[in-house]
Each structure stands twice: as structure tokens, then as C-alpha cells.
């Protein structure tokens, strides 16, 4: 979910400035327009890690739109003496009118995830929390509101940069406090609660807006131009859809993506390689055929660009594994069989009992990568896909799966040059086809799809892991380790 | 959710022969056409108490279609060998192909519904399950699929006397297990837990029927119609609308109702009425000073046809209340500010704290009541306001208030008597209007719209209690027990 957050975003002076004056006025204007109409409530919520720039964010929308048609409220967990009625009460006695901007400084996340965090409530609790405000969320747009949820991010090393920045400087100390601090400390679990509540409440008719809050520039005009869009679009008689899955937010206004950040170049010499091989491997046999396998199984993923050298890491991994216990499932093109059920079903047929080892030589992920890009299925389709893999994937995990995903990195340089030299091999070159030149004029398409995957279902139970593959030798034992490591945090588990 | 399963369905010998040939050719030309067009598949859920009938019905299908072109499928709880893949599972592997039909007899509900009413699996993890089902389901109705759930209900008396019936009956003595008289021995946690499982995944994509399972005549006819309705509907095109909440079901083909089917005409003696009404509000007084009322507050909602008493049984109830602590608020159209918010904002103004008590003269549930039958409100907007308003009294219930609701029920010649007797009274007339008169021709309408009510909102934290008010002093009499019972009832818990 924070992934895209943490490449790190920014926008320079000059051009805030110039982009500023025209999204002020603007703003401004669609304000006026919204309170002459007076036909919907806009209700903004700003919630986020401390130090992110949400006071900062909600004090600039006061100051570019008119204040006295704004409402700003805050709040923070429940009080002692707030239990007299129902959590949700405060909320309703300042929900804004029609034509109105209510900005919902904490809002109605703040509650369950420090309760959650702080062991006040158990998980049970939070999701049913969760479940009421996706209820709640439905119900406000049902009636006509348009619901803006931004999320401000820091990593935890910016956070903590950040902080010190501020005390360090007389005029600003004073906003830090020792909460701040005390926060800080909980953050790996802060982030990993609020991913969760994140992930459940980003629904087609309120998504959440992940804004990078390291860049005061990058933030200010991140969510400006957000509010604008979304207003605009709704004051121009767009009616808000009520889709199956959350949109897609808008690309970076700085153009900056995960894959385009990302270090390609990191190596390991033959004869190192050579070494660590035989020990990963030797490794890996032995994790499989520990008793605690009886009762848990591997699916493995192998996604990448073409030429990214899944067969060959592949083959590295099943080298080390008993032929009676593993299956590689190449995914090509669906089956006419196929083709007559839901897009997940073939994937299903390939399910492994305990014991067993399954790899996936591409997978379901065709649908947000290739389908997407090639426009090969409606745009709904591959939207909900997002929330059908995750569920997938989590049914997999609690049936005793050690799912893990591994996207393999090359960049478009040495991918030419892979190509080239299967074009003058002649046993390799049925390998490369017209198509595979023209996928690479999508290359950009291709970086920003599977961003979008691996903010998406990246999750607790599959994370992604993106291995730099520029370098075949380092790629391969990047993946080994790694497998071993996650059977092992699974056995410990 | 079975309240109108509940008050006896029927349909003649003869007319079920009548009905069921035409049923069964239109049914058979629906199949082929389904089979034809190989556009979408069909998946019919067969789920309920034991002794409803689910099998027969099962079978009834079989023998009206062409069986070869139908997978019928049985499922129960999970074996102990059938825990090495993901539950979900063996769903997907029987899913049928675009064009087919597919049965699934007992399906994805069973193993959830058993485990938590036998205790194996507690409520979070059931409520987790339910969430899980709910994305499966969104999921099978995106991909295409006509989704048909049945759920096939039986009163316990019902339940016990089909048993008795079928183990006297040498041919089918065999049908009657062990396991079904356990089962019997759990009806009601067994009909809670069901509940609650339709309840949460009643969706608009996926809406539950539930069947009246005690007369076979009736319920074959209204399975096979339901059927037949939803497959005709989508073989001419109409899109599945994936709307916000799950369609009210059809109105009863025997045209039986809960108003319809309840008895009117029980009554009090005015000496026993005095003695009992006195009593009982000291009764209610002394509740109300309890110490645990501290950490409660009390919501009584009074709602019933024109006439049927709510004032002066209000009045009764508030002659027992200290009046710093209860306030009564009449509810009548909405003023300008409130029409600019979300439909509930004007009830949660009113939502008391701990200690107080709150009467609603009317109440919330004029939208699905009043707005409804009169058209004031768009369709979607009263069929997604039954699961709103469950929301809102789940979180008054968990804030600690006692949510106490009643129907007053009067006969529609009861209510002409008091009409005329108004009229006849200088200082009552005032209190009758035209609209009155013409909202007794809409009498039917009211009766389905309430019928329809109960059977959605009698929920567990707030159910529905039905008052016979023909006579007034019963009516009081009545309502003050029961107010007196729930509350006893919270301070125990």
C-alpha cells in the first residue's frame, strides 16, 4: 500500500509556485460553484503518520479555498468520558451540509487503529470497525457526498529525519511532542495496522488517496490537484460510480514510479555464485523434507519483463526439489475450458495439497499486468482483480501456503541486449517473437502496472519481493535465499 | 429475517397442478435457451433446516429440467482428510461452465453455520468466514454468473412435527437420522447463527429467498417461480445491477402476510388493566433509578398504522419516568437543515446518553414505511436504508442503550370506528385529516411495507414486538411488560 509512497517524490520551487497559482484559483472557483449549487457535501478526511504534513495540508486548504465555507474538525482516540453514546455520534454532529467542506482532521480511523495498535481492542474488534465504517462510508455516498480520504505516508527514517529537523529548530520544537516521539516507537506497527485498515476500506465509491508526505511541494500539490480533480469531475454532473474496486490513483505528478527508482545494478561474481548455489540448494531440500512441511505447502511466483530470466532461476530452484512433490504451471493464454469460468479458476485447478511445491511461471498477475496493459479485459475487471488475488492469496496462506511472489527486475537496456543475443543463438531464437519487440514500446505502461500491483497486493501474508536481475548470477541467489528465509520464518511461525 | 416463513404458507392440490405444468415447460425452454446462448452459468444454493425440503426441491428441479445439463453437488461440513487445500476449494472445482447449471446442495454456508453452532469456530473467525463469502460471491456475479440462493426455513413446532410425521411413515422412515434429531435438539442456535449469515450476506448482487418450507405445494411453486423469474430476466438481457442493497423478495404467491395472518382481537378487562397498569409502571420506575442505568440509556421506538395509539400509549409509559431523564420526539417531515444531510443525521441529534431515555413518536423507520408505499423516496434509497438502520441500532445496542420496538397493530375496521368516533369528538377532530382517509386505501401496500420491516429489522440486539392494539388497555398493558422484560433482561446480561 505505501510502497509507491517511499521512492521518494519531489517538486522543485520554481515550478510549486507557477502550479500553486493556477490550483488556487481553481479550487477557489469549483468552492463557489459547489456552495451555489448546494447539491452535495464534500467531506475531506486527512489521517496519516505524525509528521507527515497533514496539520500543514489541512491549514493550506484553508487558505487557498474560502475558510468561512470550510468546517475543520479534529479528533483524536476517545476520550474517558466520550462512552456515553455511540463512538459514530460525534462524527454525525458535524457532518457537513449540502454545498459545505467538512475536513475531518483524524476522522473516524484515528479510534480503531491506536486502539488496535495499542492492544486495546483486539483484532476481532477492529474488523468489525472496519466493516462499520465501509457501511458508513457507502451510506454518505449513497446520499450524495463526495468523500475525499487521503492518507499521508513518511518512511519510518524520514519520519524520524523529520522529527529531529523540527525540534532542532527553535520555531517549530514545539510541535513535536513526546506523543510524537512515543509514536515513533510503534511505528512498524502503526504502518502495519493502518495497511490493513487501508487496504479494507479502499472501496470503488471512497478510495484512499496514498500521498508521499517527505516533499512539503510534492504533498501540497499531490492533494490539491486530487481535491480539484475529484470536485471538478463531480460538479460537472459525473455521477460517482459506484464500481466493484477502487480506482487506480492518478500517476505521480512527478513521474517518479517504483520499477523507475529501483538499483538494477547489484552483481555477484561466478565463483561466489557458484558457492552460495550449492549451499541455498542444499538448504532448501533440506527445509522441504522437514516434518513441519506435512502440514504446509509452497506456491511460488516468477513474474518479470520478458527475457527477465524466470525459466532459468526457475530451474535453479526445482534443482533442489523431490520430483514427486513439485509442479511448474507455465501460464499461457486461457483454454477454451477455461475461457467459460471466472478468471481465477484456472489458477484454482493448480492448488497444492500439503507437501507439496507448486511454481508458477507467470500467474493470476497476467490479468493486471498484460490484460491491462494490452487492454486484453474491461477495466472493472482488472480492478477487482486486485481484491480477488489478495483474497486468493490469504486463502492460500491460512490453508498452511508459504506463498512467495518474486517480480524479476531488468531494465530496458539489458533486456535489448538479451534479445539480441537470442536472435544470434540459434537453439534460443524460437524464444523471441514480433510481439516481445512491441511490448517493449509499453514499457512505461508495463513500470506503472506493476507498481500498481505491488501496492496492492504486496501484502502481510505474500509480500512482493523484487529481485534486481540485470545480473542473472546475483538474481538467482537473491531468490534461493530469500525462499529459505521465508520457510524458515514459516516453520518458526 | 423468517418472521414471514413463519405464519403458515399454502396451496391447493389443484392449483398447484395448474401452476406447476406451466412452470415446468417454461423452466425446460429457459434451460436450452440458457444452454444456447452458453453466455452465463447458474448457480443455485440450496441451503436450510432439516425436514424443509431442500432435497425434494433438489430433486423437483431434476425432474422439471433436463437433468443432463444440471451438476448437483452435496456438501456438509469438512471432513477431517479435507483440511490440505483452501476451503473454498472444492467449490471451485464443481463451479459450472458458462450455459450450464450448477446445484449446490448445502454449499459454501454449511461448513461456517455448523462450526459455529457447534462451537468448533468462535465468532470472529465466522464473521471473517461470512466477509470471505461475501467477496466470493461479488466475485462469481462479476464474473457473470446468475447466482440463486434459496433458503429452505421451518418453525421448530414445524420442524418437530415433519420428523414425527416422516419416522411414522414406514417408506420414509429412513430419511429421518440421528442426526437430525440432534440437530433439532440446536434449532434455536442454529436459526440464530443462520440468521445472522443471511443477514450479512443478503447482498444486492446475491440477495437470499427464503422459503416457507412447510407445505410442499407452496414451497415447489415458489422455488420453481423465483427460478424461473430470475433466469427469463437475465436471458432477455437485463443486466445484473449490482445495486447498494438486496431487492425486497416477491410478495407471497398465496398472498398470506405477517399483518395478514396476526391476531387482532386479544383484550383486557378495564379492573385488571387499572391494577396491572399500576403495578407496572412502578415497576418500570424502579428499573429506570437502578444504578445500572448508569451505564445504559433507554430507545423506544412507537410506530403503527394512523389511530393505533402510539400518544396515549406513550403517555402511559412517560406517567412512570422522571422527566429530567426522558424526552419524547415526535417525528414528522423533515425540516430544510435536516433534508441537507444524510438521512439518519436527525435521529443520531436526538440519540440519548447513558441514563436517559428517548420515545420516538415515529421514528426512523418512516423510509421504509411511509416514504416507501407513498413514492417520496427512490427505490434504492429505501431498500439500502433496512441495512442502515440495523447499523445504527447495533451501535446504540453496543453504546449501552436498550433499543425497545414496537408495532401497534390495528384492523383497518378498528381504525375506521376511531376515525369516525374523532370526528364526532370537537376536540379531537383536529387530529384527522383527508391524507388519513386516503392512506386506508393503501392499507395492502402498509401491510406488505411492514410485513417487509420486520422481517429485515427484528434483529437480536433490537427486535420488533407486535402489539395487538383493537383493544387499548391490552395494548398498554402489553407494552409496558415487555418494556419492563427487556430491561430486566439488559441488567442480567
Same mark, same amino acid.
Given at each position: ?357 507448486? &511454481? !508458477?511461471? %507467470? ?5 493486471? *499486468?498484460? $490484460? =491491462?496493459? @494490452?487492454?486484453?479485459? #474491461? ?93 542473472? &548470477? !546475483?538474481? %538467482? ?5 530469500? *525462499?529459505? $528465509? =521465508?520457510? @524458515?520464518?514459516?516453520? #518458526?511461525?
Amino acid at each position: 500500500m505505501f510502497e509507491s509512497a517511499e521512492i521518494g517524490h519531489h517538486i522543485g520551487k520554481k515550478e510549486y509556485k507557477r502550479r500553486e497559482s493556477v490550483l488556487r484559483e481553481a479550487l477557489l472557483h469549483a468552492q463557489y460553484e459547489l456552495l451555489g449549487l448546494a447539491k452535495f457535501p464534500v467531506i475531506i478526511l486527512v489521517n496519516g503518520v505524525g509528521g507527515a504534513g497533514k496539520g500543514e495540508t489541512v491549514k493550506l486548504f484553508n487558505e487557498w479555498m474560502d475558510p468561512r465555507h470550510i468546517r475543520t474538525e479534529a479528533f483524536g482516540a476517545l476520550a474517558n468520558g466520550e462512552h456515553g453514546r455511540p463512538e459514530m455520534w460525534r462524527f454525525w454532529q458535524v457532518l457537513p451540509a449540502k454545498g459545505h467542506i467538512g475536513i475531518l482532521f483524524g476522522s473516524w480511523y484515528t479510534e480503531p487503529i491506536v486502539a488496535h495498535v495499542m492492544g486495546h481492542e483486539k483484532a476481532t474488534r477492529f474488523v468489525q470497525h472496519l466493516e462499520r465504517i465501509r457501511q458508513f462510508e457507502r451510506m454518505l455516498v449513497a446520499e450524495g457526498a463526495l468523500l475525499i480520504k487521503f492518507w499521508f505516508h513518511l518512511s519510518k527514517a524520514e519520519a524520524r529525519k523529520r522529527f529531529k529537523a523540527l525540534e532542532s529548530d527553535p520555531e517549530n520544537a514545539w510541535r513535536v511532542t513526546s506523543h510524537d516521539w512515543q509514536r515513533l516507537k510503534q511505528y512498524d506497527s502503526f504502518v502495519k495496522v493502518s495497511e490493513q485498515a487501508l487496504r479494507k476500506t479502499s472501496t470503488g465509491e471512497a478510495p484512499w488517496l496514498v500521498v508521499d508526505g517527505s516533499d512539503p511541494a510534492y504533498r501540497s500539490l499531490t492533494a490539491g490537484q486530487y481535491l480539484l480533480d475529484a470536485l471538478t469531475q463531480r460538479l460537472a454532473g459525473q455521477q460517482p460510480s459506484v464500481v466493484s474496486a477502487p480506482p487506480v490513483p492518478p500517476p505521480a505528478i512527478d513521474g517518479r514510479t517504483l520499477l523507475g527508482t529501483f538499483d538494477y545494478h547489484r552483481t555477484l561474481a561466478p565463483k561466489a555464485y557458484q558457492h552460495r548455489l550449492v549451499t541455498l540448494q542444499g538448504r532448501l531440500n533440506l527445509l522441504l523434507r522437514d516434518p513441519r512441511m506435512a502440514r504446509r505447502s509452497l506456491v511460488l511466483v516468477f513474474e518479470g519483463m520478458d527475457a527477465a530470466g524466470k525459466g532459468s532461476t526457475i530451474r535453479r530452484v526445482t534443482q533442489a526439489l523431490d520430483a514427486r512433490h513439485y509442479r511448474v504451471v507455465p501460464v499461457a493464454a486461457p483454454s477454451e475450458e477455461e475461457r467459460a469460468q471466472p478468471y481465477l479458476w484456472r489458477f484454482w485447478r493448480h492448488v497444492s495439497h500439503h507437501g507439496q511445491t507448486v &511454481l !508458477f511461471d %507467470r500467474s493470476w498477475y497476467g490479468r493486471v *499486468l498484460v $490484460e =491491462r496493459v @494490452e487492454g486484453l479485459c #474491461a477495466e472493472n475487471d482488472w480492478m477487482r482483480a486486485f481484491d480477488e488475488i489478495n483474497a486468493f492469496e490469504e486463502q492460500l496462506a491460512e490453508s498452511g501456503a508459504v506463498v512467495v511472489k518474486f517480480w524479476l527486475a531488468i531494465t530496458l537496456d539489458e533486456q535489448l541486449r538479451r534479445f539480441k543475443q537470442r536472435q544470434a543463438t540459434p537453439y534460443k531464437n524460437f524464444k523471441i517473437t514480433d510481439d516481445d519487440w512491441r511490448n517493449r514500446d509499453k514499457w512505461p505502461q508495463y513500470e506503472r502496472a506493476v507498481g500498481d500491483m505491488i501496492d496492492r497486493t504486496s501484502t502481510d501474508v505474500a509480500p512482493w519481493h523484487v529481485v534486481a536481475t540485470n545480473n542473472k &548470477l !546475483f538474481a %538467482r541467489i537473491e531468490v534461493l535465499a530469500h *525462499l529459505c $528465509e =521465508r520457510l @524458515e520464518q514459516a516453520f #518458526a511461525s
